[in-house]
């Protein structure tokens, strides 16, 4: 009996060495998702007239986000 479990064992081992196509690491890989090297950009970039930052609003809102999680 020790020798039947040693041999299918032994044949498992061998089994999973095997140089089959159907690999265990594929995972069924079907490329659904986006492909991040065709993204295509409607507008090229460009730079603002200056690169001066707005002056700080004390008491007002923030320009960037008007409602911050922290006022709610």
Request: proline fraction near 14%; hydrophobic fraction near 40%.
């Amino acid at each position: 009996m020790r020798a039947f479990a040693l041999s299918g064992i032994a044949l498992a081992l061998l089994a999973a060495c095997s140089r089959n196509e159907g690999s265990l690491r594929d995972f069924g890989t079907t490329n659904v998702g986006p492909a991040e090297m065709s993204l295509v950009i409607a507008d090229p970039l460009q730079m603002p007239p200056t690169l001066d930052l707005p002056p700080p609003t004390p008491g007002q809102t923030n320009r960037a986000n008007p409602r911050p999680a922290s006022a709610r």
